[in-house]
């Protein structure tokens, strides 16, 4: 696997859903999450990326504490985000938990594939146009960035509360607009929005159209690069 990532099928991954950690936190919230997803249609091309939650909380707490540098943050961070998707995948019917982008490219548009993320981050971290190691980068901006890899047109974060009047910038991280790449388009939406998020962006425009404005969600044009 090229950690570029260049040499993927064509259109594999159309729509990366980040769900955030934070539905960890209250197992009421995990359940109704898991049932929504489960009813998505497992051949819209989607990507489960999941939020580090209490396991990345984890690591600032520890951080905090311990005062351990950039580097060793980053990467515990990521690997917090692994764990979720280790919960998620036993969670959620016929998941399947990934690593490659062979793997990625095996399940996308038949099943329902969870990053682990850490495998591929590490591969592409020498490489130009890979994500800093710092707290201003978190699993929204991971997520932009992958969609920018695998060509997807649609990132849809998945939040459990609505946007505010400021929009999408006020629920994602300061480094999210440089992740996300021109020609994605963004979405926060809450959990009781994802179905029809997935069902409007599956059959909207290819990717590097503008994203339009749609009622009950935010949405940007990337301002970043591939």
């Known amino acids: 696997d090229g950690p570029r990532m260049t040499d993927h099928t ?4 159309r729509i990366v859903v980040k769900l955030g950690g934070s539905f960890l936190r209250d197992p009421s919230r995990l359940a109704a999450a898991v049932d929504v997803v489960n009813a998505l249609p497992r051949d819209a091309g989607l990507l489960i990326v999941p939020g580090g939650g209490p396991f990345a909380d984890a690591v600032r707490d520890a951080d905090r504490a311990l005062r351990f540098g950039d580097e ?4 515990m961070a990521v690997l917090a985000m692994d764990q979720v998707a280790h919960i998620l995948t036993e969670r959620l019917d016929r998941a399947t938990l ?3 982008q062979h793997e990625i490219d095996g399940v996308a548009g038949t099943g329902r594939p969870v990053l682990a993320p850490y ?4 591969a592409a971290d020498a490489l ?14 991971i997520a932009a960035w992958f969609a920018g890899q695998l060509g997807a ?3 849809v974060l998945v939040k459990t509360v609505a946007p505010a009047a400021g ?7 300061p480094y999210f607009g ?3 790449p021109s020609g994605v388009t963004g979405s926060a939406v809450t959990l009781d929005q994802l179905a029809d998020a997935v069902r409007r962006d599956d059959a909207g425009p290819a990717a590097g159209a503008r994203g339009t404005a749609h009622p009950h969600d935010v949405r940007l044009e990337g301002s970043g690069t591939r």
């Open 10 to 13: 064509a259109g594999s991954v």
């Open 72 to 75: 060793a943050a980053h990467w």
């Open 98 to 100: 990934v690593e490659t």
């Open 119 to 122: 495998r591929l981050l590490r």
């Open 128 to 141: 130009p146009g890979a994500l800093p190691h710092t707290w201003d980068v978190t699993s929204d901006s």
């Open 153 to 155: 047109r649609c990132l």
């Open 167 to 173: 929009g999408l910038r006020d629920l994602v991280d």
């Open 178 to 180: 440089l992740a996300l």
